[in-house]
């Protein structure tokens, strides 16, 4: 997958972290990273917005890993890139006790180097040609926008003009995961297609992120 000229390399281990101020999407103020400098290491989910059903199916799936990750004293932030009014929206249905912040532009993701490929011609066809299934929900794999499109419907989701908007800005915005330690230094990075585009979908496991959680230094 080819990026955009205006992607950099993704942040890796042994890297500071970029820092980032984000309004909460509780709208209790802004959360930054250096809330969380010299208190605790944090697990940072960077995501896309409600539009993207595999962020959605991710981000719930994080609610059930964060008491987890706290019992080792790790923090949890999942970044969502949507308004703070939509976002407060959706989980007004679909509560989480998440640490929830706002970024509809994609700066942090852009600060973090995640990929942003080109839609070319050659993209349109490898997705229309890649199977998935990540989340082992659907009967089969199936091209991906038909398995976004399925996911969506078992989860009863009905996009708002908000998400569509959103849709149309950040598409194909790839996501990742960053282990940071609490002196602000990267130690370990999940992106999303590191293996290609049959990855599309597929977020770290909770095995995996609480393995990586136990690894950081002390």
Not at 159 to 168: C, G, K, R, V, Y
Request: glycine residues 6%.
């Amino acid at each position: 997958m080819n990026a955009t000229h205006e992607t950099i390399s993704p942040v890796s281990a042994g890297t500071p972290a970029p820092e980032f101020s984000l309004p909460a999407i509780d709208g209790s103020g802004t959360i930054a990273l250096q809330d969380f400098r010299g208190r605790s290491p944090l697990f940072l989910a960077l995501f896309v917005g409600l539009w993207c059903p595999f962020c959605r199916r991710s981000i719930a799936d994080m609610a059930s890993t964060e008491p987890a990750l706290k019992e080792q004293g790790v923090e949890t932030l999942c970044i969502v890139a949507t308004p703070p009014e939509n976002a407060r929206l959706y989980f007004k249905y679909r509560p989480t006790r998440l640490r929830l912040a706002a970024d509809p532009e994609l700066t942090t993701h852009r600060a973090y180097g995640l990929p942003k490929p080109e839609p070319t011609a050659e993209l349109m066809t490898a997705l229309e040609t890649t199977r998935i299934n990540p989340y082992g929900t659907l009967p089969e794999p199936l091209p991906v926008m038909q398995a976004a499109e399925a996911l969506s419907k078992l989860d009863g989701y009905a996009s708002n003009p908000t998400d569509q908007a959103d849709l149309q800005r950040q598409w194909p915005q790839l996501k990742g995961q960053f282990l940071i330690d609490r002196g602000g230094v990267v130690r370990w990075a999940k992106i999303e297609c590191s293996e290609g585009l049959s990855g599309l979908g597929k977020f770290p496991s909770r095995d995996e992120i609480l393995t990586a959680a136990r690894a950081l230094p002390n």
